[in-house]
């Protein structure tokens, strides 16, 4: 099952670098059931910067690493940035995360989300970029 993950622009507290490499916390790793390499994800920055709350591109987990603390090192790749951003909400009142007016659960910086979601905000942003 692919992942949400949530990337500020501003520096990283674990030193995380888009598109290669992102750090989990012990408690949300527990809670998700382990991130498993070869998911896809999505990349999601919350309200900052002048495209404020939007996903901005995806790729792949390759390999997921625990480091002392319990801290989760995930390495990336075959990351793709998207040409035009996905805002969090669609011009349809719907939210880009689930398709629906039903919100999805920001409180947790990576969360999970269906294979159809992705494909449609990748989609999205395919239609978005050519206008």
């Known amino acids: 099952m692919p992942y949400v993950l949530t990337q500020k622009l501003d520096a990283s507290p674990y030193g995380d670098i888009i598109g290669q490499l992102y750090h989990v916390p012990a408690r949300l790793s527990a809670l998700l059931g382990g991130v498993q390499p070869g998911a896809r994800f999505v990349y999601y ?6 495209d404020g709350r ?3 591109g995806v790729g792949v987990i390759e390999t997921v690493e625990q480091e002392p603390g319990g801290i989760f090192r995930l390495s990336l790749g075959a990351y793709q940035p998207f040409e035009a951003v996905v805002p969090k909400l669609l011009d349809d009142g719907a939210f880009a995360e689930t398709g629906s007016a039903s919100s999805p659960f920001y409180l947790w910086s990576v969360r999970f989300i269906a294979d159809a979601d992705v494909d449609r905000i990748v989609a999205e942003s395919r239609r978005r970029a050519t206008g």
Request: hydrophobic share 35%.
């Open 45 to 50: 920055r919350p309200k900052e910067g002048v």
């Open 54 to 56: 939007c996903f901005f």
